[in-house]
């Protein structure tokens, strides 16, 4: 490698393998880049791409026994694939360090933090009680975590998600470390709180001179965060270049078609059924507006499906047992009608009561004030087979596939068991309409042998929503169900709720906090802020003329 002071990290060359069955499967194929000294460099690509692999074989992280490496990774002028292990441990976390996507499962759950942020330190510094509290101090200001009261005296479930990554954050830069790795750094958070984290990246690149590789599949982040952009694509390095040169014009098709998905044609969301159908016209799954109108028309003028009317929610903060109170309100008079074939978006940060909502819908929690009519049936009244009939046609498609998923239990056992519960079909029927309904979401038969390990997040997803839907159900609750996907996979299940709405007449309740994403599948958006419907209106004119201050925050945000 020629000596260059500037370059922080020089990739040459890297490809990786795998050592077991099918042997010497290549999982990198001979990528080149390199990082700057205080610069940010952007990594995107679609899960299976390489971007965490590579990440891994940066921190020494891969074992030689199950993966072969070749080339070059230069850090510092060394060539870390050379150095022993005891050399690699000193580089990691003291030069070279790591955030990762889930703060919750990177944080001890049964340590406060303080403890935590302590430990990181001892471990890799030679510095005293004061030198540390100085440090941390210091940090905790820098990530603006300042002002949480009592911080290090609580444990990680009582802080929110956007407060665990900030932790993160601080427990990264510990020991002053010049790389910086953020893996998938705000995926799960919302879409304020992932503006404050990337400002919070930047002023520290700045403040604490350091190098960061941002690894995303958010390409909107990448582009308000990075210098630079690599795009990956299995294994291989499609393009790279400046910011403005990848986004204003790119020279691969591939890169096309990834920037395509996020582009906005005539104010709405452009969806492409995937990326590969990139070259095949650009056609674009939607309806014109004279359709939609008719559409819309047609829904409004009949009864609605779904009515709450003033409905409150309090949690009780009382520490006896014996006494209640309404402590803290997390939903206030809140009034909406939901009609047969509507799609309603429903927005808002964490705590803004959008989960609790979704919550007394479904009858999980009790609310104290107001009513739910359901095919003006009072939810509060019914009980016994009418509840079980209540909760047959209101079904959810969850966040996290794999979490809701049984990983003991194939695809057939995982269809065919709301179908059994519910006398949906007769026995000998069972594996025809779980076959039915894995095409519908467009897996072939042959995934119904499968277990949720074998499948990627997108089929898992596509595996959750032919679930939900085997009992026919009027309504889906689709709960931030494609914010862990990537943006060509969530273009694809985007569509399939599209096409699935089309032939069974769903109704939808799409929770999101991406807003793009949001407006793309609504017809009316709602958006809670404190448990207050804030705004309610058509999704077009909600962002074309926002009227709420908290609205315009958000549709700026995600600018």
Do not use: W
Request: glycine share 4%; charged share 25%.
């Amino acid at each position: 490698m020629k000596s260059n002071k500037k370059i922080l990290l020089d990739i040459n060359k890297l490809c990786i393998s795998t050592t077991e069955k099918p042997e010497n499967k290549k999982l990198i194929k001979s990528i080149s880049f390199n990082i700057k000294k205080n610069e940010i460099v952007g990594l995107i690509g679609e899960s299976g791409s390489g971007k965490s692999l590579t990440s891994l074989c940066i921190l020494g992280l891969l074992e030689k026994k199950k993966f072969n490496i070749f080339g070059e990774i230069y850090f510092n002028q060394k060539n870390i694939l050379n150095l022993h292990e005891n050399e690699i441990v000193k580089i990691r976390g003291s030069e070279i360090s790591m955030i990762f996507q889930e703060p919750m499962t990177a944080l001890n759950p049964t340590m406060k933090i303080e403890e935590q942020l302590f430990e990181v330190f001892r471990s890799h510094e030679n510095m005293d009680s004061k030198e540390i509290s100085s440090r941390i101090k210091k940090l905790i200001k820098k990530v603006k975590l300042d002002n949480v009261e009592n911080l290090f005296d609580k444990y990680p479930h009582q802080l929110s998600g956007g407060q665990k990554q900030r932790v993160m954050i601080v427990m990264a830069l510990a020991c002053n470390p010049k790389l910086l790795i953020a893996d998938e750094p705000t995926t799960a958070l919302d879409v304020t709180i992932q503006k404050e984290i990337i400002e919070i990246l930047k002023d520290l690149q700045k403040s604490e001179n350091l190098s960061i590789l941002f690894i995303s599949h958010d390409l909107r982040l990448v582009s308000k965060i990075s210098d630079r952009i690599i795009i990956m694509k299995t294994g291989e390095i499609i393009e790279q270049g400046l910011n403005k040169q990848i986004f204003k014009s790119p020279k691969k098709d591939y890169t096309k078609a990834l920037l395509s998905v996020i582009i906005n044609d005539s104010k709405r969301l452009k969806v492409l059924p995937t990326i590969e159908t990139y070259n095949q016209k650009n056609k674009k799954i939607s309806e014109t507006k004279t359709e939609r109108d008719k559409r819309l028309k047609s829904i409004y003028s009949k009864n609605p499906i779904l009515e709450i009317n003033n409905l409150s929610k309090f949690y009780n903060t009382s520490k006896s047992l014996f006494v209640k109170n309404k402590g803290f309100q997390v939903l206030e008079k809140i009034n909406l009608k939901l009609y047969k074939g509507e799609t309603l978006g429903l927005i808002g940060e964490s705590g803004s009561g959008k989960t609790s909502l979704s919550n007394a819908i479904l009858k999980i929690h009790k609310f104290e004030e107001g009513e739910i009519f359901f095919n003006r049936l009072d939810i509060s009244k019914i009980q016994g087979k009418e509840l079980l009939n209540f909760r047959k046609n209101i079904q959810m498609v969850f966040q996290d596939p794999y979490a809701s998923l049984n990983p003991l239990h194939n695809i057939y056992q995982i269809i065919s068991e709301p179908l059994m519960f519910h006398k949906i079909c007769r026995k000998e029927d069972l594996y025809d309409e779980c076959k039915k309904l894995i095409n519908d979401v467009g897996l072939s038969e042959n995934f119904l042998n499968s277990y949720p390990h074998e499948l990627s997040g997108g089929q898992r997803q596509r595996v959750c929503i032919a679930r939900a839907i085997s009992v026919k159900p009027q309504v889906l609750i689709c709960d931030e169900s494609v914010s862990a996907l990537d943006v060509s996979i969530q273009a694809t299940v985007l569509n399939l709720l599209n096409q699935l709405k089309q032939k069974y007449s769903f109704t939808y309740i799409f929770i999101s906090h991406d807003l793009s994403v949001v407006r793309h599948m609504s017809d009316k958006i709602l958006v809670l802020h404190n448990g207050k419907i804030v705004e309610y209106n058509d999704a077009d004119l909600l962002f074309k003329k926002p009227k709420d201050r908290y609205t315009k925050k958000l549709i700026n945000a995600s600018l």
